[in-house]
C-alpha cells in the first residue's frame, strides 16, 4: 500500500458491487477522497455463488487486509479434507456413473462464496458516508462556469447532481458509464453481446443433495460435461447449501435484451437436458418449480478499444464482463480495483490534471489481460459442452486448454502488476511535464 498524499482532488465510483465497493475501500483506506454512486436503495449482488482464484486473493490482500478477511468469513470450501485443492471433479454428464473424466487441481482449490453475503462483509469496511443510494446516473457532462471549470459533473435520474475531478464506472455490464465513454467512437461497444448461453440456477439444501447425489458429489464441487450443455455444482453458506448452475446453448437469439433474466420453470431446465445422466437430472429435480433463466452476455464481441476517455474510465465488468466459465470475472474486478487505487494513491499524483495520466496507465496495465480472460472463458465454456474448435470431445485435450488457461489467470504477481502500473505513470508524468 502506497504511502497517503495530500491530494487536491475528488474520485467518483459509480456502482455499488464487488468492483465499486472494493475499490472504494482501497481508496478510503489509503485516504484518497472518494463517493460511491449507487442506483438501488442499498449494497447488493445478483445471483448466488461466484468463485475466485489465486489471483483475486492476492488482489483482496493488496487491496486491505479485511477485504481478504471478509472473503475467509464468507467462503466456504470443498467439504472433504482430500479434495480440498480440487478446482473441480470434471464427468461425463451423459453417463449414469460418476466416475471423474479428470480432476483439476490448484493451490486454492474451490474457495466458493455466496455473491451477498461477501457484500455483506464487505460494507463493514466502508464508512457509511462514502456511498450514496438511489443514484441512477444519466449523464456526466463538464460545465462552462467558471466556477466548476474543469469538474465534471454527474447527473442522476432523481434529478440531482455531483461534481467530481474524475469519475470510475463500476456499474455492470449494462454500464451507463460505457456508454457515454465509447458511444462517440465504438456505438457497438456500449452494448453487450449475446453468448448463445443462458443457464438455470439454483440453491439447494445440502442435506438434499447428499440424499440425491451421494456425499462425494454434493460436498465438493463438481463440473458435469455434455453435448451442448454442461451443469457445475459447489457448495456455499458453509457448506449448507449446493450451488447449482446448468448452462445451455441455443441458436436462438434472447428476447429481450433490456432484462437479462426471465421466468422458467424446472421442466424447462429437465427437458433441456433430457437424455443427460442420473446425476445431472436428480441435481435438476431439486431446484425449485419456479425458476430463473439467465442470459450469458459478454463484450467478447464488441470490447471497448480503450478503458478510459479524459478523467472518465470503466471498470471491472463496465469494462470486461465475462461469461462465468473461468470462475475468475470478480477476481479480475478485484484486480482492477488494487490497480486503480495504488495509481490514485501514488504520490506523484496530486491535481486533478495528472488523473488522465492515471487513467492511461490503469488502460495500459489492464485492457489485454481482461479482453484476454472474456475471450478465454467463452472458449473454455464451449469445451465443457464438447463444441471447442479443435477439442472437441477429447477429455485430454479439454483438461490441457483448462489447467493452461489457469496457469495465466491464477499464477501471477498482483502487487507487480501494481508497481509496473505505477512506474508506466511515472514516465507519463514526466512526459506530461515535459510537454
Known amino acids: 500500500m502506497t504511502s497517503p498524499q495530500p491530494k487536491d482532488f475528488k474520485v467518483a465510483i459509480v456502482g455499488g458491487g464487488i468492483a465499486g465497493l472494493t475499490l472504494a475501500i482501497a481508496l478510503h483506506y489509503r485516504q484518497v477522497p472518494a463517493i460511491l454512486y449507487e442506483s438501488a436503495a442499498g449494497f447488493a ?81 466502508l464508512p457509511a458516508d462514502k456511498a450514496r443510494f438511489g443514484k441512477r446516473l444519466e449523464d456526466i457532462e463538464v460545465p462552462a462556469t467558471p466556477g466548476d471549470a474543469g469538474r465534471l459533473v454527474l447527473r442522476f435520474r432523481d434529478g440531482s447532481s455531483e461534481t467530481a475531478d474524475a469519475v470510475i464506472g463500476c456499474d455492470g455490464i449494462k454500464s451507463r458509464v460505457r456508454q457515454l465513454l465509447v458511444a462517440d467512437d465504438n456505438p457497438a461497444a456500449a452494448h453487450p453481446g449475446y ?40 457448495p456455499v453458506s458453509g457448506g449448507e447449501q449446493l450451488n447449482i448452475v446448468a448452462f445451455r446453448t441455443t441458436e436462438d437469439d434472447w428476447p429481450d435484451r433490456e432484462r437479462l433474466a426471465r421466468p422458467a420453470r424446472r421442466e424447462d431446465a429437465l427437458r433441456d437436458f433430457a437424455g443427460y445422466g442420473r446425476i445431472v437430472t436428480s441435481l435438476l429435480r431439486l431446484t425449485s418449480e419456479e425458476l430463473s433463466v439467465w442470459a450469458i452476455f459478454d463484450t467478447a464481441d464488441n470490447p471497448p478499444h480503450t478503458y478510459y476517455k479524459g478523467r472518465v474510465c470503466i471498470a471491472g465488468d463496465a469494462a470486461h464482463a465475462t461469461s462465468p466459465h473461468h470462475g475468475s470475472g470478480a477476481g479480475f474486478c478485484v484486480e482492477d480495483s488494487a490497480v486503480l487505487a495504488d495509481l490514485l494513491a501514488d504520490e506523484h499524483v496530486r491535481t486533478p490534471a495528472d488523473l488522465e495520466a492515471v487513467f492511461a496507465a490503469y488502460d495500459a496495465a489492464r485492457r489485454e489481460r481482461a479482453q484476454w480472460l472474456v475471450r478465454s472463458s467463452r472458449f473454455i465454456g464451449d469445451s465443457y459442452e464438447w463444441r471447442a474448435e479443435g477439442v472437441g470431445k477429447d477429455f485430454a485435450k479439454i483438461e490441457k486448454e483448462i489447467n493452461e488457461r489457469l496457469s495465466i489467470i491464477g499464477d501471477v504477481d498482483v502487487a ?14 514526466e512526459s506530461q511535464l515535459k510537454n
Open 195 to 234: 453468448t448463445h448461453k443462458y443457464a438455470y440456477r439454483g440453491l439447494v439444501p445440502m442435506a438434499a443433495a447428499v440424499a440425491a447425489v451421494g456425499d462425494e458429489r454434493a460436498r465438493n464441487a463438481c463440473m458435469h460435461m455434455g453435448p451442448g450443455g454442461h451443469v457445475l455444482t459447489f
Open 416 to 429: 507487480g502488476f501494481c508497481r509496473d502500473a505505477r512506474a508506466d505513470l511515472v514516465k507519463r508524468l
Open 45 to 125: 449482488e445478483i445471483g448466488a455463488g461466484v468463485s475466485f482464484t489465486t489471483n483475486a486473493l492476492q488482489a483482496m490482500k493488496h487491496i486491505h487486509p479485511g477485504v481478504f478477511e471478509a472473503f475467509e468469513r464468507a467462503c466456504t470450501v470443498n467439504g472433504w479434507d482430500s479434495k480440498r485443492d480440487v478446482w473441480f471433479d470434471y464427468l461425463d454428464g451423459t453417463a449414469d456413473h460418476d466416475r471423474e473424466a479428470f480432476t483439476i487441481r490448484t493451490g486454492l482449490g474451490q474457495a466458493g462464496v455466496h455473491r451477498a453475503h461477501y457484500l455483506d462483509e464487505l460494507v463493514k469496511l
